[in-house]
Each structure stands twice: as C-alpha cells, then as structure tokens.
C-alpha cells in the first residue's frame, strides 16, 4: 500500500514540473508584455530582469502554499486516499487545460484554473462520501467546502476585469494629455516627478505583495513594513524623483527605461510570489499529506484524517528556488510563451496590420455605439478645447525608419502606465485581502491604455475587441473547464482507481504531445507567411515569382483533387481539399492586408511597381476564389447524397482536368523561369481550353432539353464548367501582369 501511495506521491511532483513549465508558458505575458512591446531594453536584458524578478519571487510565494491545502475545501473532513485521489485530478486537470491554452496563444488565469480544480475535485469527492453514508446519516456539501472562498474569487473576476479595463484607459488618456506622444521635450521637466511616482508605486507593490510572504523575512522586519509604509513611500518619491531628474539633466538618462525595467521585475516577482502555488501548492500539499500518513505506522489509508494539513507550513525555501528555476528556464525556451504574449501585443499595438482576430456583431455594435457618443460629446465639447486635446494624441512618425519591422508596438509612456496601474491595483487589492488574477489585472489594463491611444481606431476597432472578447469568453470557459473536467477525473478515480489514474496520466502525455505538434505546426505556417513581409525594391519581383509559383501550385493540385472527388464520389476528399482551399484563402487574404505594410517599404518613386505588386494580388486572391466556388458545389453535392455524374460528363471532366494541369503547370513553370517568350503559346493553350469549356457547355444544355440529367446534375457541372473558366481567365491575367512586372523590374534596373 505505501509503494503505491509513493508513486502517486511521484506522479503528483512530474505533474508539477509539467505544470510549472506550462504554467510560465501562459502568465509570462504578465510581466514580459510591456518591456517587450515598447522595446525598452534588448530583449535578453528583459529576460535576465525578469528571471531575477521570478528567483526573487519563488521565496517569497511560501506563505501563498497555505491556499492550496485549507483554502478551497476543509481538510480535517478528508481521509488521506480521498486527499490524494483530489490533488492528482487536479493536477492532471492544470496541465491538460493551460496547455491547450497556450497551444493557442491565450492568456489565461492559473489562479482561477487551480481554484476550480480543487473546487471541482473536493465536490465529487464530497458527493461520493455523503452517498457512501449510512441511511438516516444526514450531512451538507458545506461541512466539505469553503464556498464563501470560490464566490469571492468568482465576484473578484467580474470586479477586476471591469476595473482594470477602466483604471487603465482613464489613466492612460490623461498621462497622455499631459506627456503627448512627442514626450521627451515633457520629461525635461516632469520626468523624475512620474519617475518618482511610478517607482514608488512599484516599491509599494513589491513591499504589500512579495514581503508578507517572503520565507527569509522575520516577523519583526515584515511588521516594521507595514507599520512604516507611508513614512518609506514618502521618502521613496522624494528620493526618486530627485535622484530621477539630476539623472536627466546631467547624463539624459530615459527614466522611462528604468521603470519600465523595474516594473517588469516587479511583476515578475509577484507572478511567481503569488502563483507558484498554482503549480506546486497542491503536490506540496500532497507531500505534507503523505508525510503525516506515514508518521503514524499501521494507520489506513481510508480512515487517516487530514486534521495535519489545517496547521500552518513553511515550505523550505530551497524547494522555492529550485521550482523558481525550472520556471526561467521555461521562460527562457518556451515558444509557448511567446505565442501568448504575442497575442497580447496585437490587441494593443499602435499601428494597424493584419488581425488575428475576425469581426463579431457583439464588436461591430459596440464600436458603432461608441462612435455615435463620440459625435454627441464632441457636440458638447467646445472646438477649441477640443483640438488641444486631439494634439496630444497625434502619434510621431518613426524617428529610425518608417520602413523597419523593428517598430515598437507601443511607446515607452504606455508600457509605464500598464506597469504602474497593474502595480497599485494588484497591491491594493491584496492589501485588502481581495482574490485577484494577475492575468486579468495586466491584460485589461494592456486594453484600457490602448484604447485610452487610440491603437483601436476606425481600421482595427471592431477586431481588437472581439478578440478582448474572446480572450475574456476564454477565461470564464476555463473557471468552468477546469472545475467539469476535476470533477469527471475524481470521480472516475473514485470508482475506478489506480488503472484509471495511470490511463488519465498516458492521456495528459499525449495530449501535450499533440497540442505541442499543432503549435509547432501553426508556428511554421505563421512563419512561411511572415516570410512575404520580407518584400523590397530589390526583391519584389523575385518574391513574386516564388509566391506566384507557389500558389498556382497549390491551385492545381486542388483542382485535380476536387475533380477526381466528385468523379468517384469521395466526399472525405472533398472535405480535405476545401479546407486545405480555405487556408488558400486565408493565404491570399494576408497578403493583400500586407498590401499597405508592403507598399510603405517600397521607395517614394516605386508607384509603378506598387501598382504592378496590387494587380498581382488582385489575380492571386480571384483565383483562390474561384477554387472556393468549384470546391463549394461540388462538397454540397455529395453531402447532401445527389446522384453521381454520368458517364459522358465523367469523360469530359476527365479530359477538362488533364488540359487544365497542362496549362497551370506551364503558367507555374514560365513564372518560376521567367521564360516569358512562351506566354503567346499559352494563350493559345487557353483559347483552345475555353472553346472546349463552351462546346460542353451546349452539349450539357442539350442534355437538359433531352432530359438526360437532373436539376441538381446541371447545377453542378455548369458550375464547375463556369468557374473553370473564370480561374482560366484569372490565371492567364496573373502570368500577363506578372510578365509586365518583370518587364518593368528589368527596365528600371537597366537604368
């Protein structure tokens, strides 16, 4: 019995260290967001600030440990086999669902996750004992749970998303005013004075959210800081801000830099004072369990109480450094991590581009609601006071280079203010002993600062704030994720036991595997397609020609797939190729929303080329367009069971596909080899091909007269006949506007 309860005890801590890795993966864009969008620093002296901030943190999470032992359920009413059967679900729970999270580069809340978990796993267990009682036994679900704990950490959710989101965007509109986005002439003069408030509220934070639980930290020292804040806060702001402004006048040192830096450690610091015990609490809390078990030689396992893990624990603080290690090494290679904090800078970066995210009603409404208050207060607002105002947020042009991918996402005045307002309303609230969620704080105060700059403007609005839907939707799916999934698990445990413990361990392995495989995968599309960004005046011919071949590639292998599938009625084909169509659409839509980005790095005497780089595009997205509409049809057809082709039509489309190869192949190989003498030959080729499409296309109408075929028959094949056509057409443009491009690239060249 103790080796087998030795190996869960194993399990519980491998569990961990995957939990710890997945864990960083998905809050490390808490603190990484506004250093690495506003580029404050070189991106490894981020990482080296942060690290420290997260070694530094991990001793100071000791006191958090107590949350995943008594905080949630009652443990004294608690044998040591249900105990473990609880945590294990919820560890198996954590690591599957931030995972998945994280394989789509969604921030989510560890805290709120663990606290579902353990609420979710307590209840199952607790259902099973109140009906493992003898009749006439009677007993409530809160003799188990602590349900005051799980409806404060559900109302903190609401409240902070509301507040930070407003805190955020009003103290970003007015640090705006005051600074404009021409700051640096304003920092001769108010630098060290928001120098000074800024770190000080960093010190307050760091000072309320990391020394109270700091596992080096006596009591005495620890009581002196809180007696003490208000005198250490006002010699704080003094000191910095003198010690700020000399610092500017004499050397022009960019105080915004170091707050940025320091508030990057801060919430470094905290992320792992306050959620370490997300990953580790709970097997800790396990260990402590086992621990006192074994204490007591010949007790068993379902009788042995849990009245141990009521007394307060001090976790070693070597313990503490060696998860705060694992987690900047997790920092350090995740490409997780990146994901999600990329995420996060789309939403919120200045400039326009492509956006992740589509549009919704929900956004669209909203943005056409704000809009229509915006022409009422602008009637109440006088002219004057409005253009003052509209000065300070007209953004500088890049002092560097306009045509650089190197921009910040943001400036350095809005990375402060996320770091400064997270900082003060994560600390006041743990001041007043309120739940909160780090991620919830600093991903709504990333969206209120930039909606306060204006980053969601006319062209990105209605996006942005479908995917801070999503985002928020994704938040309160994983509160009810998390506490469904524990739930099934403990019960399953419960009843099944070991065998299904071990099944459920497999599974998480290869569900980790695979959620790896797909980001890895989404990594490599995304990268093929940043590639077409890459376009210069020396280039772009060049990378039309790879693109263009590319693409009619595809487009050709498609057709032959789509005709072959509805020849012999393979509907698991078709299903394949439309959506392999459907990234083809997706493809070609992306770089025509490059179109603005492509043309900005072209030199101001490129009109020409840029309009020659527009036709292309043009062509490329009608061609995905017309495979969309011959797979459509052709997919409907045999979802919906209609009679196959007949044997004449078959022969047709059979001879239709092999002449259209031919011809996309040639237009493919005179691209790629630039061997424009033969378009004349390919012209031809299609003449011939069209005069083909228009004799069957009478011989299917005098199948109709003779009533040979059905009405759906004709539908299809005319279809298919129609947009043959149309893609013929398209392509033969393509390779003509290509050929002209290249004519013109070597002409301008030659000069």
């Known amino acids: 019995m103790i080796t087998l309860y030795i190996v869960l005890i194993g399990v519980l801590f491998l569990l961990a260290i995957s939990d710890l890795i997945v864990g960083v993966s998905n809050d490390a864009v808490n603190f990484l967001n506004s250093a690495i969008g506003s580029k404050a620093a070189p991106f490894t002296?981020?990482?080296?600030?942060?690290?420290?901030?997260?070694?530094?943190?991990?001793?100071?999470?000791?006191?958090?440990?107590?949350?995943?032992?008594?905080?949630?359920?009652?443990?004294?009413?608690?044998?040591?086999?249900?105990?473990?059967?609880?945590?294990?679900?919820?560890?198996?729970?954590?690591?599957?669902?931030?995972?998945?999270?994280?394989?789509?580069?969604?921030?989510?809340?560890?805290?709120?996750?663990?606290?579902?978990?353990?609420?979710?796993?307590?209840?199952?267990?607790?259902?099973?004992?109140?009906?493992?009682?003898?009749?006439?036994?009677?007993?409530?679900?809160?003799?188990?749970?602590?349900?005051?704990?799980?409806?404060?950490?559900?109302?903190?959710?609401?409240?902070?998303?509301?507040?930070?989101?407003?805190?955020?965007?009003?103290?970003?509109?007015?640090?705006?005013?005051?600074?404009?986005?021409?700051?640096?002439?304003?920092?001769?003069?108010?630098?060290?004075?928001?120098?000074?408030?800024?770190?000080?509220?960093?010190?307050?934070?760091?000072?309320?959210?990391?020394?109270?639980?700091?596992?080096?930290?006596?009591?005495?020292?620890?009581?002196?800081?809180?007696?003490?804040?208000?005198?250490?806060?006002?010699?704080?702001?003094?000191?910095?801000?003198?010690?700020?402004?000399?610092?500017?006048?004499?050397?022009?040192?960019?105080?915004?830099?170091?707050?940025?830096?320091?508030?990057?450690?801060?919430?470094?610091?905290?992320?792992?004072?306050?959620?370490?015990?997300?990953?580790?609490?709970?097997?800790?809390?396990?260990?402590?369990?086992?621990?006192?078990?074994?204490?007591?030689?010949?007790?068993?396992?379902?009788?042995?109480?849990?009245?141990?893990?009521?007394?307060?624990?001090?976790?070693?603080?070597?313990?503490?450094?060696?998860?705060?290690?694992?987690?900047?090494?997790?920092?350090?290679?995740s490409k997780k991590a990146k994901s999600v904090v990329k995420t996060t800078l789309d939403l919120s970066r200045q400039d326009e581009g492509t956006e992740r995210f589509g549009s919704s009603a929900i956004s669209r409404s909203l943005v056409r609601s704000s809009l229509n208050i915006g022409k009422i207060v602008s009637l109440i607002i006088p002219p004057k006071i409005q253009s003052v105002i509209q000065k300070q947020f007209e953004p500088i042009v890049n002092e560097a280079n306009d045509k650089t991918d190197d921009v910040p996402a943001f400036d350095l005045i809005r990375a402060s203010v996320n770091l400064v307002v997270a900082s003060i309303l994560i600390a006041f609230a743990t001041s007043l002993k309120l739940p909160l969620s780090t991620t919830y704080v600093t991903f709504m105060v990333a969206m209120g600062t930039s909606l306060s700059d204006k980053a969601w403007g006319r062209e990105s609005a209605v996006y942005r704030i479908t995917g801070v839907l999503s985002v928020i939707g994704g938040w309160f799916f994983t509160a009810l994720s998390a506490f469904t999934v524990a739930f099934t698990l403990a019960l399953l445990f419960s009843y099944v036991g070991p065998i299904a413990i071990a099944l459920m361990v497999v599974i998480a392995i290869i569900m980790i595997y695979r959620t790896h495989r797909i980001h890895k995968n989404r990594l490599g599309v995304k990268n093929t397609k940043g590639k077409l960004d890459e376009i210069t005046d020396h280039n772009i011919v060049q990378r039309c020609n790879s693109t263009i071949s590319s693409i009619i590639s595809r487009i050709n292998n498609h057709y032959q797939e789509i005709i072959t599938g509805i020849i012999s009625e393979d509907l698991k084909t078709l299903k394949n190729v439309t959506k392999e169509i459907n990234e083809l659409n997706k493809d070609t839509k992306l770089l025509k929303d490059n179109l603005n980005l492509t043309i900005s790095k072209l030199h101001e005497d490129s009109v020409e080329t840029g309009h020659f780089y527009v036709q292309v595009i043009d062509y490329l997205r009608e061609l995905a367009h017309n495979m969309t509409f011959i797979s459509k049809p052709c997919l409907d057809h045999l979802a919906n069971n209609h009679k196959g082709l007949i044997e004449v039509q078959i022969e047709e489309l059979n001879v239709l596909k092999t002449k259209v190869e031919e011809l996309l192949t040639g237009i493919r190989e005179t691209i790629s080899g630039r061997k424009y003498e033969d378009v004349d030959k390919i012209i031809a080729m299609q003449h011939e091909l069209l005069e083909r499409i228009a004799s069957k296309n009478k011989k299917q109408i005098k199948r109709i007269k003779r009533e040979e075929v059905g009405t759906k028959n004709s539908l299809l094949y005319l279809a298919i006949l129609s947009e043959t056509k149309n893609l013929l057409l398209n392509a033969i443009n393509l390779l003509k506007s290509q050929r002209d491009f290249a004519a013109h690239d070597k002409k301008k060249n030659s000069h």
């Open 45 to 333: 002296v981020i990482m080296i600030v942060a690290a420290i901030g997260i070694l530094v943190g991990a001793t100071f999470s000791s006191g958090m440990m107590e949350v995943a032992r008594k905080g949630i359920f009652h443990p004294q009413q608690f044998y040591f086999s249900e105990i473990i059967l609880i945590f294990l679900a919820v560890m198996i729970t954590d690591v599957i669902l931030l995972d998945l999270f994280n394989t789509f580069g969604l921030p989510t809340s560890t805290t709120v996750s663990i606290v579902f978990e353990l609420l979710g796993a307590a209840v199952a267990i607790s259902i099973v004992k109140i009906s493992n009682l003898p009749e006439g036994t009677s007993t409530e679900l809160s003799e188990y749970i602590n349900s005051s704990k799980a409806l404060a950490i559900i109302s903190g959710i609401l409240l902070s998303v509301v507040i930070a989101f407003t805190v955020g965007a009003i103290v970003q509109y007015i640090t705006r005013i005051i600074f404009s986005f021409n700051y640096k002439k304003r920092l001769n003069y108010y630098g060290g004075i928001w120098g000074g408030f800024a770190i000080t509220a960093i010190t307050y934070f760091i000072l309320i959210k990391g020394a109270k639980g700091a596992s080096f930290i006596s009591a005495e020292t620890q009581d002196y800081i809180t007696q003490n804040t208000g005198t250490i806060m006002l010699f704080s702001f003094i000191g910095w801000s003198v010690l700020l402004q000399i610092l500017h006048w004499i050397f022009r040192f960019n105080v915004l830099k170091l707050i940025v830096l320091v508030g990057t450690f801060a919430l470094a610091m905290a992320f792992a004072g306050n959620d370490l015990v997300n990953f580790i609490g709970v097997p800790l809390a396990g260990f402590e369990s086992f621990k006192a078990f074994v204490a007591n030689p010949g007790a068993d396992p379902n009788l042995f109480l849990m009245t141990s893990l009521q007394e307060k624990v001090q976790t070693p603080t070597l313990y503490l450094l060696i998860a705060g290690m694992i987690m900047v090494l997790t920092l350090w290679f």
